[in-house]
């Protein structure tokens, strides 16, 4: 006969301890510097990349100027609907006239879409007559990760306090048909119009439509 007298141990749940698990690898994620999405409204992500011309472009030099970041690859039909309707370029020449910073990234991974040498990123700026600022590198992805770039074309725009004042899509027409770009809500122009007439954005946060980033 089995020995009864002793109480029964009921088994552990395995949720609660699932969840203190849980827990605690985001307080150790947290603790230890894991990258955190970036906040419209909260300090933009700082950067230190190189461009094209070997040139570092840091963040923190540019404060008091508006700077806006845009995510490319040139093999991507939604990036080259606005390239070929001369969107994006327009875009571009209409910030960097009113003493904005145009930072054009490029974060495709060797061997992946979009992946190109300086010598052949300047020479897509000069065929596209594309005008920013400047072209970074970002192979490793590093700064694209930092700040959660998902899409080609993918923008930012960081005020002239640093702090990150919009993020998301280009326009309002999630599409590659350069037919669309007539007509659309242009947010990006929006954004700094807002923000140069020192209102709250009527679009802070849009979502990115695109290619996804080449990581």
Request: proline content about 10%; some cysteine.
């Amino acid at each position: 006969m089995p020995h009864t007298d002793q109480p029964v141990r009921k088994p552990r749940p395995l949720v609660p301890v699932m969840l203190a698990l849980l827990g605690a690898l985001v307080t150790w994620g947290l603790a230890w510097g894991a990258p955190q999405a970036p906040q419209v409204g909260q300090p933009a992500p700082p950067f230190a990349i190189a461009d094209t011309a070997g040139k570092t472009w840091n963040l923190a030099d540019l404060k008091g100027k508006t700077v806006i970041l845009e995510w490319t690859n040139d093999g991507c039909p939604y990036v080259r609907k606005h390239y070929g309707g001369g969107n994006m370029q327009a875009l571009q020449r209409e910030a960097t006239a009113a003493g904005k910073v145009w930072l054009t990234v490029i974060s495709s991974a060797p061997g992946n879409q979009g992946h190109v040498t300086a010598a052949a990123a300047d020479q897509l700026t000069a065929e596209r007559k594309a005008a920013p600022s400047a072209v970074l590198l970002d192979p490793t992805g590093t700064m694209g990760r930092t700040y959660g770039a998902k899409t080609t074309p993918h923008l930012f725009v960081i005020d002239p306090a640093g702090t990150l004042v919009y993020m998301g899509a280009i326009d309002d027409r999630p599409s590659s048909d350069p037919a669309d770009i007539p007509g659309a809500r242009n947010y990006v122009r929006a954004a700094l119009t807002d923000l140069d007439a020192g209102r709250p954005l009527a679009n802070a946060v849009t979502r990115p439509y695109g290619c996804s980033v080449k990581y």
